[in-house]
């Protein structure tokens, strides 16, 4: 959702020390941007909402992996939401080389007994990059070590808004980013965040019909093609696809597959999932309220079928202020549910998500703190569902 800043941020030392992971057994398993000349940020206008108290959520040391996560119960997916939030579990972390005011956009896995975090940087210089992190406890989420993604041949400059998932027919993990276009990049090994590959275009060329400012690209397979959402800070959600096999080459014409006449309801931050259990998919979109950031949701039962809407606005959406309290002992710190991912029933390209263990990680900042969208201190905090 960021937007190019410019200057690389530099290839300061990052440390890589504690990473653990490594590739899925054979078989599988389980941003407001400018064009790349520019330095529009998306998301700016009009954005409501850094730094958090220090408080933490409760001890979760990793429970779920690429099967379900709660031995077999079903629990029918919500049509209201409540939630509890922990307070900032992660905040920037700065090097001689990188002078950072925000981490935000997170993407998450549970794999190999941890939890994997790519994410997006700014630094003081208004410049976007990412950061890889990972951890076994909620609790040690903020000690993690940081390793800077400019590190990484290829990923110098503007890359941000990352999506990660492990592609079993390729047996690959691969990395989503913004750049402006969409990018992917290859990995056998989840925690080795030095060993990514180049990051590669989808397209040659942009399809026709695509917004001035293309953002928050998101991957999601089916059983027979895999589909790119992505948004624009102009109210509407665009959808273009390719056969499975052809993955990642093929994606064909742009259609618009969700579309709002006041931009700032349907503003940027898509991410589209499988529901488990259902035949049904969920999409969350961050929305522009008038008290600060929020999500909306839409269900539908393809992904390239016609999305109906689940609650409403800023006065009942799927994650927002008016429905989300905090853990006892835990300040109010954020007014804004900003991009984040629910964490999945997995890994894979389905997208799967569990009913039953609904958790948002989510960016949130500071209410008093302003001025330009690259420089708002955004921190990461977890959102969990409150089941009544």
């Known amino acids: 959702m960021p937007a190019e800043g410019g200057a690389a941020m530099g290839g300061g030392a990052g440390g ?24 529009k940020a998306s998301g700016g206008e009009n954005a409501m909402g850094g730094s958090g108290n220090e408080a933490g959520a409760d001890s979760q040391a ?19 939401f409540r939630w509890r939030s922990s307070g900032v579990l992660v905040s920037p972390k700065s090097d001689p080389s990188h002078n950072l005011v925000s981490v935000k956009d997170p993407t998450i896995v549970f794999f190999d007994s941890r939890y994997h975090v790519y994410a997006t940087t700014a630094n003081t210089a208004g410049n976007w ?52 276009p ?88 898509s991410a589209t999932y499988k529901i488990k259990g259902t035949n049904k998919y969920l999409t969350i979109i961050e929305a522009i309220g008038a008290n600060g950031r929020y999500y909306r949701a839409w269900t539908s039962d393809r992904l390239d079928g016609t999305w109906t809407p689940l609650g409403g606005k800023e006065s009942n959406p799927f994650a927002g202020a008016v429905n ?12 804004d549910v900003s991009h984040g991912e629910l964490i999945r029933d997995g890994y894979d390209e389905t997208m799967t998500i569990d009913p039953c263990r609904l958790e948002l990680l989510y960016q949130g900042r500071d209410p008093a703190s302003g001025g330009e969208y690259s420089q708002l201190p955004y921190r990461l905090g977890l959102l969990r569902f409150v089941r009544d």
């Open 16 to 39: 890589s020390a504690g990473m653990a992971g490594g590739a899925p057994p054979s078989n599988g398993g389980a941003s407001g941007g400018a064009d790349s000349n520019g330095g």
């Open 62 to 80: 990793g429970a779920a992996g690429a099967a379900g996560m709660d031995g077999g119960m079903t629990c029918e997916f919500p049509t209201t």
């Open 129 to 180: 990059n990412m950061v890889y992190f990972n951890f076994t406890d909620w609790s040690t989420a903020k000690d993690a070590p940081h390793y800077y993604m400019d590190r990484t041949p290829g990923f110098e400059g503007y890359h941000c808004a990352p999506h990660v998932f492990y592609f079993r027919p390729h047996k690959k993990w691969y990395l989503i980013q913004q750049s402006q």
């Open 182 to 269: 969409p990018q992917y990049s290859t990995n056998d090994d989840i925690s080795q965040p030095d060993k990514w590959t180049r990051p590669q275009n989808f397209f040659a060329q942009m399809p026709a019909g695509t917004p001035e400012l293309p953002i928050d690209y998101w991957v999601i397979c089916d059983e027979t093609h895999c589909y790119l959402f992505f948004t624009g800070d102009n109210g509407r959600l665009y959808r273009t696809r390719t056969r499975i096999e052809d993955f990642p080459n093929g994606f064909g014409s742009l259609s618009v597959a969700l579309e709002e006449s006041n931009r700032n309801d349907l503003f940027e931050g």
């Open 324 to 335: 989300v309290t905090y853990e006892p002992g835990v300040a109010d710190w954020t007014n």
